[in-house]
């Protein structure tokens, strides 16, 4: 019962949206696709946005749309980040704020407005209009309104895409705390293979309104079978411990099952869980043991599976190391010379690590 | 200066123009609103009727009116059988005529307001539990407020200004039907021309006041929405 069933169907002119699936109800799960591909409409429909989507939505058990109708969306129990800014020009970052809080008429409030105000740090803006905040100050606001309604489901659409990067870097370290700290079910639309391996326990991948794949997110990025186009960005996301400092080498040694990599210290503490993400063009591969080399991290792996990529003369490998995946990089030329074929062990070496947090 | 007649008649035209500016905000907002928001193949042809004041002479609409608020009319009809008598030649008559004419005044102003405050705060008022008629009022209003101002100043002014249709249905007895417009075209046809100066004065001043006020008020407008 704790699952979002979403079935919606919806035609436009130009697009249809049909798709079924179910969504697990806790944690972050990204819609994810291109421009077009449906993720912000899909969004809209679980929100009850679109009123010509047919289809059945059942959220934890209780029915939001079937065939006989649809709870409002104003009556249901959703907060919603939209993309651009919404905050309503004629009210204080307050009383933007209390517009929601006061009309959640809703039992089991988990979310009090003060632990909003503090979780997105903008206690200092209350008394100020929107008109004279910052794009991302803005969009924390705009985040702490969809908290303040006490939501059992967060509906975010692009809520980084109309900022720059500063501001977004400003930004993501409070979406993790949300995914720390909360425990209602996020839903994340977005383009970007960095906020997704940043944010996401689950992906949903859609492409001209049909779901390409969806599943949890290491397994989902280590599949070569998906037309996910990650180009540059194709790589896996680890989750990993802190397992040893080096103080003598300012390094950290970041543990996942069936192995470990030596990164830069970045001062954080033993047992500390860190995502880490390692992008295929990092990761290269050797028949026998490299002897004098500058890669720190070595390993034995075994070759699973042997792709296309995005470019003609590249392919995607994917090597099993202990009880995790990576993904490798090679030319199609080095792939033939070394004669890389499923099943042969090769030794893969990760020339960095990308830490998440 | 004016005389008693004059201020009688002055007196007339601003119970009139507020009576219908007032009686317009109740009629005009939600139409606005409809007319804004709406997706029905109506909305085209109903923002045409609204318009039609705008075009047709004023003569014209009086002449319809006469005929339908009449003792032979629909509507005239309706009054008889509810004990209210007929309306051409009454306060009340002109106050309808008057809300027709100025129709367009009042709720186009606000429906380019509603219209271009957008379909997102109202999605954003729904995702955070606001209903449609709580939305209206806590948002849609408040944004379109501008529109609201100009609205009010234009019916106002507008029906102060009104000429042909109150001749035409309220003819011209003096304090229930004589307003400032038509005193001047007494008071000219009876070659007074001083008296119709001075109060032809105070109606330019009036009107560009109007008009001042309003234009004074949009800078502020433009700064909030």
Redesign the interface.
């Given at each position: 019962m704790d699952t979002i069933e979403a079935r919606f169907e919806l035609g436009r002119p130009a697009f249809s949206l049909d798709v079924d699936l179910t969504l697990p109800g806790s944690g972050v799960t990204a819609l994810f696709g291109r421009s077009g591909s449906g993720k912000t409409t899909l969004l809209r429909c679980i929100?009850?946005?679109e009123r010509n989507a047919r289809g059945r939505l059942v959220f934890k058990g209780s029915v939001w749309q079937d065939q006989h109708g649809r709870i409002?969306?104003?009556?249901r129990p959703?907060?919603?980040v939209?993309q651009e800014t919404?905050l309503?020009?004629?009210l204080s970052v307050l009383g933007n704020l209390d517009?929601?809080r006061r009309?959640?008429?809703r039992t089991g409030r988990r979310i009090a407005l003060d632990q909003a105000i503090e979780l997105l740090g903008i206690a200092h803006l209350l008394p100020r209009k929107p008109d004279g905040l910052s794009g991302g100050e803005r969009q924390r606001v705009a985040i702490a309104?969809?908290l303040a309604?006490a939501p059992e489901l967060l509906?975010m659409d692009e809520p980084l895409a109309a900022l720059d990067l500063p501001r977004k870097q400003e930004i993501l370290p409070y979406l993790e705390r949300l995914h720390d700290e909360l425990d209602i079910p996020i839903l994340y639309v977005s383009h970007s293979p960095d906020e997704v391996a940043r944010l996401a326990d689950h992906i949903v991948a859609l492409e001209d309104g049909r779901i390409v794949a969806h599943g949890p997110l290491g397994e989902t990025l280590a599949r070569l079978d998906l037309p996910i186009q990650l180009g540059e960005d194709a790589g896996v996301v680890l989750n990993t411990t802190i397992g040893a400092i080096d103080d003598e080498w300012h390094l950290s040694r970041i543990d996942f099952p069936g192995g470990s990599l030596w990164t830069r210290d970045r001062n954080l503490q033993v047992g500390r869980k860190v995502r880490v993400r390692v992008l295929a063009r990092d990761v290269s591969l050797a028949l026998d043991e490299p002897g004098r080399t500058s890669i720190l991290n070595i390993h034995p792996a075994i070759v699973e599976a042997i792709a296309p990529d995005s470019h003609p003369a590249q392919l995607l490998v994917r090597v099993q190391v202990g009880k995790s995946r990576l993904l490798a990089r090679l030319t199609r030329r080095s792939a033939d010379q070394l004669g890389i074929r499923v099943g042969l062990p090769v030794f893969v070496q990760v020339k960095s690590v990308a830490l998440m947090d | 200066m004016l005389s008693d007649t004059d201020l009688q008649a002055l007196w007339l035209t601003l119970r009139l123009a507020a009576t219908t500016t007032l009686i317009l905000f109740i009629v005009g907002t939600p139409l606005a609103w409809w007319l804004a928001r709406t997706r029905s193949i109506w909305q085209q042809p109903i923002a045409a009727i609204v318009s039609l004041p705008l075009v047709l002479p004023p003569s014209v609409i009086g002449f319809y009116l006469l005929i339908t608020l009449g003792p032979n009319g629909p509507i005239g009809h309706l009054t008889q059988s509810i004990g209210l008598g007929t309306l051409p030649f009454t306060f009340w008559g002109l106050v309808v005529g008057s809300v027709f004419y100025s129709l367009p005044f009042m709720v186009q102003p606000i429906q380019t307001a509603f219209e271009s405050i957008g379909d997102r705060p109202v999605e954003v008022a729904a995702t955070l539990g606001a209903s449609p008629l709580d939305t209206f009022f806590s948002v849609a209003v408040p944004l379109a407020l501008p529109g609201f101002v100009t609205a009010g100043i234009l019916s106002f002014a507008h029906t102060v200004g009104e000429f042909g249709v109150v001749l035409m249905l309220g003819g011209n007895i003096p304090g229930i039907s004589r307003v400032a417009s038509v005193q001047i075209y007494d008071h000219v046809e009876a070659m007074e021309y001083a008296e119709a100066h001075r109060l032809a004065a105070v109606m330019l001043i009036f009107s560009f006041a109007a008009l001042l006020a309003m234009h004074l008020w949009r800078p502020g407008a433009r700064k909030e929405v």
């Open positions: 929100a009850g946005l409002a969306t104003h009556r959703i907060g919603y939209f919404s309503f020009p004629h517009f929601g009309r959640a008429a309104r969809a309604v509906l | -």
